[in-house]
């Protein structure tokens, strides 16, 4: 859960009684804000209207004399956390100094999208400026907002299922992945980074002359970009992207104040034998088939790809991407008085790593220093740029010929875990690993799509696996061929052919049939 602000910088004496009646006004007309969430007789998640309770809603106005004492007390109000089950979800503190007034109004996540706040600052002004308002017109049958989720699920019920399995289908090569960014942090406790990514001039007219021959968008570029930096960095060919759909299409929310908006996730999947703008086309074609599907609840996919009691923070909901299309009018006049918007960053990140394209030429890059730490942000946003730049440089040959400048191994090591170091044994390596299963064979020793394995699983496996190599004719010296993607099963493989004291000879599945013919020749 997270708080949605909006803090307003108004020029001039606000009438700030006239300005409270028409916040009250404001909660009382749209029933999303002043509906709690709770759980009915069955125990299942329901809204309930609840009574507006103006001192609960509205901090009183106190004048102030210095406007950054204001501005802190205005900070503070709004990361406030909401109580969903006892507060209502809207609430709003004026605070006057000598020759201005901040307005800062702070919604609960689950109650407002972005064009929500349009409706709510037009109104708000509007109520203010005439005493009842100018009301945005809505559908007329648009259902009531407690019926929403009951009259959605019911209208997009033959359709759901469908959509769902073919999102599950698309997702499947980067669900076997089971690709993990970040290299631990450097913080305890989640807090929130940012940095500026600047996207000069010669790679903006490359993009804009790949828009022209493609007809993509700023957003399906970035998108195809930040995955393809992620593959390249974890080794994977594969990974997913989160990315926000609208349900503004659907005529009946028309008007209507609450959160219509999903996040839908991408698959951004490339071999080496696929040019960027191959993949491209693909990508823009998944963004489009998500807002076609955007009626399909985020949570109900949530629950299929990740299981009950997992953290939700890793498999596929690590990376998002994220564009300003439809923001707040960053000033404006209304009754005389001339207002700004002061930007208010959020105090906990929603993911652990999110671009937000601000502008085609600047990314805000938002990630939890819990996860990702500040070397590795800084060399991460170094990496996009550098695959962005390559990227749209030679849009059209394989992925597999161009050159990302990536550095030796051991730097994308570095990048991956954090460090690099030597360690120095003389047995063989199946010797340190054994003794490692034996010394903590509850520990975890890899993460995959089927959760955790423990070092005495994978040790189970990998014996399970040389025993089975043993009893169709394989014996010590003998070269191994594996063609498997990467994975806990190529570790499995791995292991198992070292313990019978063979040689591990992977194959890229990718690989053309006659390659890998000619390698197992």
Known sequence: AYNVPVLLDIKGQLNTDAFAEAFLKLISRHAVLHTILSSDQHGNPAGFYAEIVREKVLDEPKIYEDRQVALALANQFLEKPFDVATDLPARCLIAPYDNGCLVALCFH???????SLKIILQELFGTYVHGEGIL????????????????HDEEFADQQERALERKLNKLAPALEQNFRIGDGGDSHGSKIAFDVIDVNDTILQKIEKLIGVNGATYHAIYTTALGITINRITGGSSCVVGSPVSQRNIE???????CFANTMLVDVSANMHESFQDVLRRISTDLADNIADSFLPYDVLAQRLMPVGSNPRHGPFQVFITSDGGALERSGIFEGLAYELIECPPVRAKFDLTLAVSSRDRVVMEYDQEVISKVFAESFKEHFLQ?????????????????????????LLALSSGMVTDHHFDGHVIELFESVCLSRPESVSLRGVCGDWSYGSLNAAADS???????????????????????????????????????????????PVERISQGIE
Do not use: N, Q
């Open 109 to 115: 996540h689950h109650a407002v999208d972005e064009e």
């Open 136 to 151: 945005t017109p809505k559908s007329s049958d648009a259902p009531d907002y407690c019926d929403w989720a009951a009259w």
């Open 252 to 258: 009946e929310v028309m008007g209507m104040v609450g």
């Open 387 to 411: 695959t962005l730049s390559v990227l749209v440089d030679c849009p059209t040959l394989p992925l597999g010929h161009l050159d990302f400048g990536f550095g030796d191994v051991a730097d």
């Open 465 to 511: 696996f040389s025993h089975y190599l043993s009893s169709h004719g394989v014996v010590p010296g003998c070269l191994v061929a594996v063609v498997l993607p990467r994975g806990i099963w190529s570790i499995v493989s791995m292991l198992g052919i070292w313990k019978l004291g063979c040689a591990y000879v992977p194959l890229d599945p990718d690989l």
